[in-house]
């Protein structure tokens, strides 16, 4: 199955479906839910291809530029402490953590999430109706619930309280609903999740490859339950995962990136991107030297390194993984070196050599992959023991022997995490999880759910006087007066 192939099977649906009533969410009106009919629930949702071509249409979403195309990292990278901005004021609120509530960018990351929100409930909402295969019938509306989960909890990790839409309204504005509460957010989740794993099929084959699968749902579960501290919970489940048998860790760091290698056996999720029809900006974008970067098709240096930050300043630079992440000199294509301004360090993960344009990088970015799984699990599990087990050293240690690139099965002594507190195992593995998942749309999660954000970024000269979550958009304050301006964040 060619990526083209997989890009056309999520495309088209889409696109039929889109031309039946016009798709988009207007800026001005934030939460009126899409009528996925897009035409009524009598004359559209009938058949088991209907359904199929609904739940596509849900998996589109992540491909827009205001999502994993490109601006979901801009709201995720941007204001953690690993990354900083050669770009105008726009960008640099974001870094400086100082900006308002009418900034542009956390409208359209605000605007995405609810889309998708919208089309995974008119899939909830209208597949059960359609005479189909039970199976399949059971596993697409699973699919729509993990997609609604992984945007509510994105919402609550970035918003806070938000408003919760749970089903498509034919003909009337949702654009009223009130905040919901945080722990009502998380119930949601959790019961989605949970719904989820259960309908999901453990492996895809075929046209399905790159759709989600129970280990995907386990995995978000085992997360959500990490950010809510329900430490045995979080363990249990991502010990699901790992004894699944169904993922591994590669042996190389690089193998995981690797445009021949997509859908690999570290992969639980990602988003399939072909390059044409659709791509994304991370490789041009975390590149610098212009056409002559071997690893994009023009290095424009938005996403840089901060100098100051953990990555450059403590990284060890023996290490194998690191050394693929960041970089301040590459072999240009001319064959001359491309030494980076020392300013503005390079990204190197996302290494797409035969991108066609800045905005067309085929590389699937991850959300998530097996080192989460064992990280999620050596973390919970020794706040659950009070002290790391054998097992919890274990599963860190994997993640650390391959980043050096040895055998991720095989203890080394020179490398192992042993006696250690429980304070000192749980710094080294959120040190292990920003090291492993840079520029994977992680790090500013974990800062938040450690109480870190702030001071971790403030650490490194940043001014971060704006509160601890994005504001809600000023468009959705002015159209929704269940919230209104009094319902704002603090800090805005």
Known sequence: MTMKKIQTCFRLPFLVLGLLSGFLVSCHDQLKEEVFSFVGATNYWKTEADATAGVLGAYESFLSSDYFGRFYFELTEMPADFTTINRNDTYQQLD????????????????IMYQQISRANGVIQNVPNITMDATKQKSIIAEAKFIRAFDFFNIVRLWGAAPMPLKV??????????????????LQIEKDLKEAEVDLPVTRTGAEVGRVTSGAAKTLLAWVYLTQKKW??????AQEVIASNQYRLLPKFDDVFSVSNKNNAETIFSIQFDGTTRGHALSSYSNFGGTNNPYCFQGVNVYSVDPKSDIWTKWDVNEYRRNYTVYSSVRGKNGNTITVDANFPSFGKYRCPAEIGINNSFINPPVLRYPDALLIFAEAEAQAKGSPTAAAYDAINQVRRRAYNLPSNTPDATVDLKNLSLQEFTDAVIQERGYEFVMECHRIYDLLRTGTFKTKIQAIGKSAPRGNLYPIPQSELDANTRIGINGQNPGY
């Open 96 to 111: 400086r953590w100082d900006l308002l509530a009418n900034h542009p960018f956390i409208l359209q990351c605000w605007n």
């Open 169 to 186: 309204v034919e003909g009337v504005s949702t654009n009223q609903l009130p905040r919901s509460s945080v722990d009502s957010l998380y």
């Open 232 to 237: 045995t919970l979080a363990s249990a489940k």
